[in-house]
């Protein structure tokens, strides 16, 4: 078997598993509890959705799973070991692109395969413009990122974060600076990329019908201090549309819930 | 096409004006040449040498001076943003430094080297390493954190990451330190060549200089404009390649 066939090859989605996990900022003498005792696992291959108003903890929970940060308490596992460091087997894609503007479209793909050892120059060529293909850019592999559009710099970002062959993708609110129309396009990519590259994916959102849509679980974050409030099990065949009333119903019975929640915190 | 004729018919009319100005008599030819004197003793100090010589000599102190600049300046740099120690003392220093006009380096650099090239390559480095320095350290502190966590999670660390990453992401803030460096560096040495005589070789200021000693106003006007010709030469050869680089990359840049 070729390099490239074997770097291209299937590999298996890593199950992740948070188990008590606490934490706090501090910042001179204001202290945020940003999360408490929250316990999650996802399974190989499942695409979860966390959910939840501004300030609940989740990118610092994802963070955590990508290991650029830590817990207070409590652990985070994959495959059952222990994260202490970031790693090429669970990529980020952050909620601004993070593109490198001194690259090209190309240069930032290659950027994760070029830390990879074993690899000759060709074959990463080849790799990174499998990604590009795969994300439809195949037309601007060498564009400047400054001339790309919003939709197509996050193409670029899931193609680079896609390429090193994560079995975890953490992604982070992805899409929220976009328009409507790039977004559902996206979502349709985004569920057939999911089909030919299967990972584990935690996905990070404030639009609850982008998560119904993608996920197979939704899990509801309540701030203040973060916790996890309830989850919900999307059971839609897929591929899914976002306008599909049946979706809208979750939908809509997601929403009831964290509004519920935002007035049991008023109350308090 | 139409800029270069633009450009073209605005000189020519400069020169013209020049020319009339020159010929009212208004003001004594001792101290007003007209174009066509000057250009004369361009013509002359190019074939007897002296205008290349000069040439030769200044450029060489300002290209290995601002060399040993910029080589020092960069690193420099990256390690103020990088240590806290270094920052607290070196970049105060720097801070300091930078705010000292160069010119002032002239007199220790001559009571330390004496009249010889070592002072005027000095006053080069003087002049441009601290403004490099302080423009690396000023960009690497505004590379957006955002680059390096992403470079984190694709296996980039230590000395990688600071090649890779923070070094290109503060290019455009480099880029204009070198320039300043450059421009601090340009004119701390023609006033180091105007202000001494180094015995080694005669630059364009001492040339300069000369004319004023010989109340040889055509020379005067001719090295002045050499010395402003230089300056947009190195600017279109040095700099121009650097900011056409990032204006592509990263769009429009103020660099
Ligand atoms: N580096 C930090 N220093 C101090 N406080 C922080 C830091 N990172 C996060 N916090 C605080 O922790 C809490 C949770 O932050 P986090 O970014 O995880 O929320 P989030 O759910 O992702 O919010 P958003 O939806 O707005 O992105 C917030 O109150 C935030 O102010
Ligand atoms: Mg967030």
């Known amino acids: ?157 899931l193609a680079r974060s896609l390429a090193p062959n994560p079995r975890v993708l953490l992604m982070d609110e992805p899409f929220a600076a976009l328009d409507a129309m790039t977004r559902e396009q996206l979502y349709g990519d985004i569920q057939t990329i999911w089909e030919a590259r299967k990972k584990t994916i935690v996905f990070v959102t404030h639009n609850v019908r982008e998560a119904a849509c993608l996920g197979d679980r939704v899990v509801l974050f309540s701030p203040h201090p973060g916790r996890i409030r309830e989850e919900f099990k999307i059971e839609l065949p897929r591929p899914r549309d976002i306008n599909s009333a049946s979706l809208a119903n979750y939908a809509s019975e997601i929403t009831t819930a964290l509004k519920a929640y935002r007035k049991t915190e008023e109350n308090d | 096409m139409k800029r270069a004729f633009t450009a073209l018919l605005f000189f020519a009319g400069l020169i013209g004006v020049w020319h009339l100005l020159a010929m009212s008599g208004r003001w004594s030819p001792v101290l007003f040449p007209a174009p066509m004197r000057v250009w004369e003793y361009l013509v002359s100090a190019v074939e007897d040498r002296t205008l290349f010589e000069a040439l030769g000599v200044t450029t060489r102190r300002l290209m290995i001076g601002y060399l040993i600049g910029v080589v020092t300046g960069v690193p420099l740099g990256l390690i103020t943003a990088r240590f806290q120690w270094a920052s607290d003392t070196i970049g105060v220093t720097g801070l300091g430094l930078q705010t000292l006009p160069s010119v002032c380096w002239v007199p220790p650099a001559l009571l330390w080297f004496g009249q010889t090239e070592t002072a005027m390559l000095f006053v080069v480095v003087m002049g441009t390493v601290w403004s490099v320095a302080l423009a690396t350290d000023n960009g690497v ?72 000693d010989l109340n040889a106003i055509d020379q005067v006007f001719g090295i002045m404009l050499v010395i402003v010709l230089v300056g947009l030469l190195a600017d279109k050869i040095l700099f121009s390649p650097w900011e056409r680089f990032l204006h592509r990359r990263w769009g429009t840049v103020n660099a």
Request: aromatic share 8%; hydrophobic share 45%; proline share 4%.
């Open chain 2, 141 to 212: 502190r505004n590379v957006p954190p955002m680059y390096v966590r992403a470079a984190r999670t694709m296996g980039s660390r230590g000395m990688h990451t600071w090649i890779q990453v923070i070094l290109p992401a503060s290019l455009p803030f480099i880029v204009s330190g070198i320039k300043q460096g450059w421009a601090f560096a340009w004119r701390s040495l023609m006033a180091a060549e105007i202000y001494v005589t180094i015995l080694t070789g005669f630059g364009l200021g001492q040339l300069l200089n000369f004319g004023r």
């Open chain 1, 1 to 157: 078997m070729s390099t490239v066939a074997e770097e291209l090859r299937q590999v298996t989605p890593a199950k992740l598993s948070i188990e008590h996990v606490s934490k706090w900022f501090r910042e001179g003498v204001v202290q945020t509890h940003a999360l408490d005792d929250v316990s999650l696992s996802v399974d190989e291959g499942e695409f979860v959705c966390l959910v939840g108003p501004s300030g609940c903890g989740k990118s610092t929970l994802l963070n955590m799973i990508a290991g650029l940060e830590f817990p207070d308490s409590g652990t985070v596992l994959t495959e059952g070991r222990k994260v202490t460091e970031p790693g090429r087997d669970r990529m980020v894609m952050f909620q601004e692109s993070a593109l490198f503007p001194w690259l090209n479209v190309i240069g930032n793909v290659l950027f994760g395969l070029k830390l990879k050892p074993g690899l000759k120059e060709k074959e990463r060529l080849e790799v990174a413009m499998y990604y590009i293909q795969l994300v439809g850019l195949a037309r601007y592999a060498k564009s400047n990122i400054h001339e790309l559009s919003g939709g197509m710099r996050q193409r670029v970002a």
